[in-house]
């Protein structure tokens, strides 16, 4: 089987958006226009015909099969613009040409006004540049052929949907009760921390997260999104960095230390083949609950192929999923710089979180710089647009930062030192940016041993000394 009719790994679409080809291929296309497809303008971008404001869901197309009105494959690519298929698959892999929707089958599909246009400026483009030359079919491309194909095809979505104009008094008089009523329908969902839902309307948005190393990150916002799944909630974890296995390990150990908070066993203890008869109990739990939560195992995917991946999971704006991306400076960029290319996910990311009305959770790295010092808007790593983009900031540190002395490193060190080796571990979330309410600080007690947090009072200074002084 080739790349294209290979299974994303969890990408479920939901049989509502399913339909079978004659030859019993099952594509993904949805019953209602809510796909962000534009019907072409036929007679180009440039031409003198308007494009059509609406939107139509994409169709089979008479003249073939297991094919989508308006979308070409990877290989109908290739031959349209006359390459390899190779070359078409690396140029996705690079960054220069993103697929517009990817199915439940793992097929890409690019819209055939994207592919009209590539085929123009790469033609003029090779002919000019290249004349003569005897490259392979993937080594003809460069960027710039792709970012010219981009800025058209842009420039033809952008006049297909005109933005958004809302006029004060028809808004007031039609529409704002009802998104109100929208909003509303969350004001009862719960996180599970109750800490942070007696302080946060946790309504769709973009909800950035940074911490310091010991901190857990990770483990946090994957129990966060557990005990959402747990409260009926849609859940969809994107991990580049960690395995399924090592991310369901996390919910078995915490599960388990839950019901015997004597047990040694730890996630990687289990991974490493170790078992109770109380682990067998929390993996029964598990296997019969009917929770909804996927895990999306990422590697060499740009922001662009994740977005497209998550599309068909998020046609239902009524009932949005919780989205976590784990985490955000790991993502491939093709961008001239690590921070350009954070910027551009950034965007993009905010974007898709309003045009799907989703909750996108991003954990983003610190710099190295700030390690050692209490957490700030400065401590975000090669991040300069997330403090202006993100609806929310969160940052969790080791409650000891409060109280070390940046100039005096050594001692610093010493400090956090003995912090990390705390069971639990003391760990203070701080709320930088909340555009839904005032901001806040959390704590936490940090079993590490046990990937768990326990929502707890306020810490003082003195009885983090005393949690020193025991070790």
Not at 52 to 66: D, E
Request: contains cysteine.
């Amino acid at each position: 089987m080739d790349n294209d009719n290979k299974k994303s790994a969890g990408v479920k679409v939901p049989n509502d958006y399913q339909m079978t080809a004659k030859s019993g291929v099952t594509v993904s296309t949805p019953v209602t226009p809510q796909l962000p497809h534009p019907t072409p303008n036929k007679s180009g971008v440039n031409g003198s015909t308007s494009v059509p404001p609406q939107f139509q869901p994409p169709t089979r197309r008479n003249s073939g099969v297991n094919v989508l009105e308006g979308y070409f494959t990877t290989e109908q690519v290739a031959k349209s613009i006359g390459v390899t298929r190779k070359g078409v698959e690396k140029w996705r892999k690079r960054g220069w040409f993103n697929a517009d929707l990817i199915d439940h089958n793992g097929v890409y599909w690019y819209l055939e006004e994207r592919v009209e246009q590539l085929k123009a400026v790469y033609r003029r483009d090779w002919q000019t540049a290249w004349a003569g030359g005897k490259a392979k079919d993937e080594e003809k491309a460069s960027p710039e052929i792709f970012t010219e194909a981009e800025k058209r095809v842009t420039d033809w979505k952008r006049r297909a949907q005109p933005p958004k104009v809302l006029h004060l008094t028809d808004y007031f008089a039609n529409q704002l009760k009802a998104d109100i009523d929208s909003l509303k329908k969350y004001a009862n969902r719960l996180t599970g921390f109750k800490n942070i839902d007696d302080q946060q309307f946790f309504s769709p948005g973009l909800y950035v997260i940074g911490a310091t190393p010991a901190a857990g990150k990770t483990t946090f916002c994957w129990q966060l999104l557990e005990q959402l799944a747990e409260r009926g909630e849609d859940c969809i974890y994107c991990s580049y960095e960690m395995s399924g296995l090592e991310l369901f390990t996390k919910t078995a150990a915490r599960r388990l230390f839950l019901r015997d908070k004597q047990t040694t066993l730890t996630a990687a203890d289990i991974r490493r083949g170790s078992w109770s008869a109380q682990l067998d109990c929390v993996i029964s739990e598990v296997a019969n609950s009917k929770t909804n939560f996927q895990v999306l195992e990422m590697q060499d995917e740009s922001i662009d192929e994740l977005l497209i991946r998550l599309k068909p999971l998020c046609f239902d704006k009524a009932k949005a999923p919780v989205i976590c991306l784990d985490y955000l400076q790991i993502v491939p960029s093709s961008k001239e710089s690590t921070k350009l290319g954070v910027d551009d996910s950034v965007r993009k990311l905010k974007k898709f979180q309003r045009d799907t009305n989703s909750t996108f959770i991003v954990i983003s790295s610190f710099n190295r710089a700030n390690y050692t010092q209490g957490v700030s808007f400065e401590s975000f790593k090669e991040s300069g647009n997330i403090e202006y983009t993100a609806d929310v900031i969160w940052a969790l540190q080791l409650f000891v930062l409060n109280s070390i002395n940046p100039n005096n490193i050594a001692d610093s060190r010493k400090k956090i030192d003995v912090a990390k080796k705390q069971q639990p571990r003391q760990i203070q979330l701080k709320c930088l940016k909340n555009r839904q309410g005032t901001n806040y600080d959390c704590f936490f007690n940090y079993f590490s041993a046990h990937d768990y947090f326990e929502p707890c009072d306020k810490f003082t200074e003195n009885n983090s000394k005393s949690s020193e002084r025991k070790q």
